[in-house]
């Protein structure tokens, strides 16, 4: 299968000093520099509260920065209106997260497609039928997502994010709302893609156990990234985490 | 619980203002029909002219049906005059007045007639003054033929004052007289009492008794009331203002009917409207009470606490609501009195009763649309409760179909009336018929819904563009949230389609009737001497080139027919006609001849004949419109009853039993002749005579007046239904943020959402306008036969482009705005707010 991504020179995204203040004057990202490599699996961690979710938001174009710069597959977002980032979201990134955002009136195939459609890309059907393989939904392309299991619906969220062929995944607290079981297919999926697809993963979790599947795990504490550990175990951040608590 | 129902009312504030709109506009116009209805049954005349009489004594104006509301008459009916002498011997009684009435008019020094309110009853006896309130007499009574007494209203338009001669106009004979006294306003002209009885033609009879009395007037009246004979009755106080007019007094009788016929389509709509916005409402807040329920609420406190909230709601609306009401009531009354159907005297009682109906119907219609759009919700497992909110679409149960296509098939027979029965009561069902089948609609509506969007979705073109593609998509998902959308707007055009051709095939048919029945070419009419003065038919005759001349005059005949075993009373309108009718009128004679109309004898429409079982030679019972009841022969029978009512009495017949006896206005059919029409011309240097082309039987107007009433009503209805519905849709897109973020996450740019919007727009007011088009084909189409031996209604050509219009106009502003505030918020910010 081939996977054609862009030269490994480029990260996938770069945050550089970038700061993010609410409203109310909360500085939910205060001066983060982050930079994910191409192929790479990145886990966010840190209790609630501690900019992970802000993060994310800023990085993947949804929102934009106070100051300091995103770079996204090479571009930067900054100053892209609203059309335009989401045409960048929609050809760059893909989404995965915990309530799934399925589109009920559609069907699961519907949904997994809906991406090249509003992009107005033709349908590369071996692609699409790889990744319905691979997602293990194949038996369920009629069903509306109400007749899956929670697991099935967030197995077809992937697999929606993936269509696009995006630069990077950005998973949002993916197995929030699974129980255990579904919650390690989900995160043994996310890791398989890496490996097999060279995909980049940029997963977004307090869970020790699912950060622990990360090549990279960053701890962040109010707003700043507090801690890097590569080839993280659980033990390990579960450890950082308790002492950010007890600090 | 009423804490919850509360934060929970305005969690949701968008639904709930759709709620509260519909409670508002609802409850004013329940309020506003049941001021009608309290006016028509409570309210009194003023007092005027018999305000000196304490106690009145007159014949009972009204006809008691076995079970129904009292029916009341508008010719003045008569009392024994000997009454009199035996009620001056009552204790308490100070004086005795009998009064009498006869067409009178005063000419001004120019000839011209002086204007009066009623010159059919102005003129009278000279004791009458006996009953002014203020009988402030300047002058000396009249005595012998050639005196009289006037107002001061009439004296000051006139420039007369006592010792004056004036010309005077007493039923219907011009004379010079001289003025011997003026007397208050309101007291019209006056002449010697044993001169008023020859004029009135009444010998032994009166119009009415009025009694001064010492002291209490109650314990007067319970003492004439066991002298009196059978159809006489005695009022006191307020009452007396009914007896005075009772043409007047009829007409409030109206607004009872009016108020009745009113009732049924608007509640119907009402009824809609709240549960329509409440489903929405409820729809809104699926997943918080799937959380309520999953925390241990049982199904009966869910509905308990839902339909809390939407009395809540619905109790904010219900005191601006019937203020309104109030409100309304006043402009319809300004309109009846407009048209003409009520007089202006009239005043509306204003009492608690309509607001408290009011309030009671509409929380009894909250409760009910609440707790049914709850019943679901309220009734299901947790887990599928839970597993349903996030997801959304429902099925739509086949129970509710099933239940749908039958009211649409009802509408069918609902529909036939118009064929057998050619009447703006027959029409009447034509609105019903189109509005059963719409609440029909409404209930198949999801699953006609699913299906055709499901051919369509396998239909579209590969090259159709994901907006579009997505549009479709939402409406088949979504299937209930969309029909709600569709058949709302679909009622709108169903209610604007059947009502309003109704009432103009009905005004077209009358006036196609009226045109093609009357083969006379002038009118003479004499409104200001309250009647076609005497001796004009034989000059009119005389007029070389005048081939037929007749007197013709409307009045009221009360027809009983055995409905469903039960005795069915109304009043309707009735022709006076001469044996010489049949030369200016042609009104389609079937049977007989209308040339027998000497005698007791009547012409009965085709349609009430065959409804009664009827024909020419039988003998029917009529009660005429003073109450007299009559039997007469049939001597006729006719097929333009539209245009003519259903019955028409001989002369003969109705002479004595019309206020004034007059009649109201001279056909005459000419030889066409520019000659003949210059000689009839030429009667109008006559005082108080006017002549106009064309003839119009009596003074009936070009339709019933219940017809232009119902053509103001619907404007007031279609507002509120539409109003109703913009905000329901604005409701149900609003309730679309978390949808419309989720398709922003994928990658759908704000211009595709809005351009999938719009299609969606599109589709739904394009669905709904097709189906009210279908939907009211049947029954329009049957009208048309009915009335029109055509398959389609009369009526403006721009109504349905129009609704059409303002269907598509409310479908795109109701999405496109909360469209667009939704995509003004972040997407993500959006999805976290949804829960």
Redesign the interface.
Known sequence: MSTALAPATTAAVALRQVTKTHPHGVRALDDVTVEVPRGSFLAVMGPSGSGKSTLL?VAAG??TPTSGEVLLDGTAIGGLD??RR??L???RIG?V?Q?Y??????TVA?NIT??L????KSLDRAWVQYLVDRVGLGDRLDH???ELSGGQQQRAAIA?ALV?RPAVVFADEPTGALDLHSAAEVLDLLRDLVDDLGQTVVLVTHDPAAAARAHRALVMADGRVVDTLDHPAAADLAGRLVALREG | MFALALRLARTRLTASLAVLVAVLGGAAIVTGTGVLAESGLRSHLPVDRLAGAEVVVSADQTVQPSADLAVALPERGSVPAALADELAQLPGVQSVVPDVSFPAAVLDPAGDVVATTDPVTAGHGWSSVGLLDDPAVTGTPPTGPREVAVDTEMAAAAGVAPGDPVRVVLAGRTSDARVTAVVPAGAGVLVADDRAAQLAGQAGTVDLIGLQVDGDAEAVADAVGPLLPAGTIVSTGDARGDVALPEAAAARSLLVVLAGSLMGVPLLIVGFVVAGALAVSIGGQRRELALLRAVGTTPRQLRRLVAGQATVVAAVALVPGIAVGYLLAGQFRRLLVHVGVLPDALPLTVGPLPALAAAALLLGVVQVAARGAAWRTSREPVTQLL??S????RTPSPGRHRAGLLLIAAAVPLSVPPLLVQSPIGAASTSLAGIVAAIGLALAGPLLLRRVTGGLARRLPAGTS?PA?LAV??L???ALRSAGAVTTLAMAVVVALTYTFAQTTVIDATAEQTRAGTVADATITAPGLGGIPAGLVDDVQAVPGVEAVAPVSSTTVLWPMRLLGEEELSAGPALVLPPAGAGVLDLDVRDGDLADLTGATVAVGSGAAGARDVGVGDQVQLTLGDGAAVEARVVAVYGRELGFGSVVLSADLAAGHTTGGLADSLLVRTDGDPATDRALAGLTDRPGVTVSGGGVAGDRPAAPPEVWINLAVIGVLLGYLLLGIANALVAATAQRRG?IA???????????VRTMMRREAALVSGAAVAAGVLVSAVPLALLGLGFLDRPWPSGPGWLLPATALVVIGIAFLAIELPTRSALRS???DA?ASQG
């Open positions: 938001q949804l929102d609203e059309t989401t045409e979201r929609r050809d989404f997260f309530a955002n399925l589109l009920p009136a559609l519907e809906l991406p459609r509003l992009a107005g509306r997502p109400a929606r696009a | 597993a349903d996030r997801t959304g679409p994901a593609w998509a939402n088949h998902g979504y949808e989720t398709l922003r996450l994928t990658g759908t740019t704000p211009r595709q972040p997407p993500a999805l």
